[in-house]
């Protein structure tokens, strides 16, 4: 491999653990479309190296996210029973899908995400006396804990298995389903959101990476590089979420991932 090559591929691996760590979404929303665009990888094998990408940004994050207590780990390691079992049947459909058919689909959820986290805004339930404790949190927020309340937890289960299966068949990470999911249908506060996503991430792409790699898709060369490069950049990325305003941070969110449909929109261009 070119030495501007491997300089190429931590770059991008530092911007995309950066913006994972900073959102939740694991930086899939950049490995896959730079990796076929810039990079001439194929899309079945970009997604291979996403994930690898994903699984050590999300180690990086969680490192802190969980020391802090902003991560639920909890309510994550619930939701992901439901998101592996997603991600490992959808890895198996992505190898029958034709590559334009992948990226379409990547397209559509990202947009979907985007404009929901727009149109629908942020409500969190406070505890009431009769509150099942199981499912009472509180976190760090910006004006000192925040105490939750989270609802819908059978249907968030049920729509993690769609959020898994699109982690696998896109290498996305499922964050872009997973982070308006529990924002906005479970009513969980947009950081613990993003702390949470980044946590669930690495075990989903981890599931996903393993149907990969039996399939001898994964480029070892390409995925060490970028794996180096979202391990640092996901530090870079707590350290800014610590300065944003959730408000903010949901409004970023929205623009990151337009941004990334357009992306992927003309990738679906040049293989058609």
């Known amino acids: 491999m070119e030495p501007l090559t491997m300089v190429g591929l931590l770059v ?14 694991g930086g899939g929303i950049l490995f896959v479309p ?17 994930l690898i990408g ?13 020391d802090r207590g902003q991560s639920n780990v909890r309510l994550g390691l619930l939701l992901e029973i439901t998101t592996a079992a997603g991600a490992i ?4 459909v992505a190898t029958m899908l034709e590559d334009w058919i992948l990226l379409l689909l990547m397209a559509a959820i990202v947009i979907y995400s985007a404009v929901r986290m727009i149109v629908n805004p942020e409500r969190i339930v406070e505890p009431s006396g009769d509150a099942d404790g199981d499912m009472v949190f509180e976190y760090p927020g910006d004006d000192g804990p925040v105490r939750y309340e ?6 968030g289960m049920a ?27 479970m009513h969980i506060p947009i950081k613990a959101v993003s702390a949470t996503s980044s946590y669930m991430i690495g075990i989903t792409a981890f599931s996903g990476a393993i149907t ?3 399939a001898g898709q994964v480029l070892p060369d390409y995925a060490a590089f970028v794996a180096i490069g979202s391990f640092i950049g996901a530090f870079a990325g707590v350290a800014v979420s610590r300065r944003l305003n959730a408000r903010h941070l949901r409004r970023y969110f929205s623009v990151v991932l337009f941004a990334m449909a357009g992306m992927v929109l003309l990738q679906v261009g040049c293989v058609i």
């Open 150 to 155: 989270v609802q819908n937890v059978r249907g």
């Open 54 to 66: 994903i699984i050590a940004g999300s180690v990086g994050a969680s490192t802190v996210y969980v």
């Open 159 to 185: 729509l993690c298995t769609l959020a898994g299966m699109a982690s696998s068949m896109t290498g996305i990470g499922g964050g872009a389903i997973k982070v308006p999911l529990m924002n906005i249908y």
């Open 212 to 214: 990969y790699l039996l």
């Open 89 to 92: 049947l959808g890895a198996m």
């Open 12 to 25: 991008l691996g530092s911007g995309a653990g950066i913006i994972g760590s900073l959102f939740g979404l």
């Open 34 to 50: 730079i990796l076929t665009v810039v990079f001439g990888l194929a899309p079945t094998e970009a997604v291979a190296v996403s």
